[in-house]
Nanobody
């Protein structure tokens, strides 16, 4: 019954891959954008990737471009984050979030719902 539920985290070596999934409940699957954000240990949260479910348009943080791919399956109200060529600096708790209308996607104040998070750990 949780609004957003993440899964797929784990521990991998540098250069490895993981695919995260986020299942959204009802109206929490937002046409205004579904995003993956992360919080490294001892650091603040930062936006990683965004997708607009209606048209599939995407945005990425510069540090993950070419390595991460966000996608969605509207029939399942689910968004995914395929993470390839993982680096130790990708180690973080990864969160799925539903965006409110308007504003810059990297501004965390525009997200009104969050999942519980899934841990990603990348070793050297």
């Amino acid at each position: 019954q949780a609004p957003l539920v993440e899964s797929g985290g784990g521990s991998v070596q540098a250069g490895g891959s993981l695919r995260l999934s986020c299942s959204a409940s009802g109206h929490y699957y937002s046409d205004s954008g579904m995003a993956w954000l992360r919080q490294p240990p001892g650091r603040g949260r930062e936006a990683v990737a965004l997708i607009y479910p209606t048209n599939g348009a995407t945005d990425y943080h510069r540090s993950v471009k070419g390595r991460f791919t966000i996608s969605r399956d509207n029939s399942k109200n689910t968004v995914y984050l395929q993470m390839d060529n993982l680096k130790p600096e990708d180690t973080a708790m990864y969160y799925c979030a539903a965006k409110a209308f308007g504003g810059n996607w990297t501004d965390l104040s525009h997200y009104h719902a969050w999942g519980q998070g899934t841990q990603v750990t990348v070793s050297s």
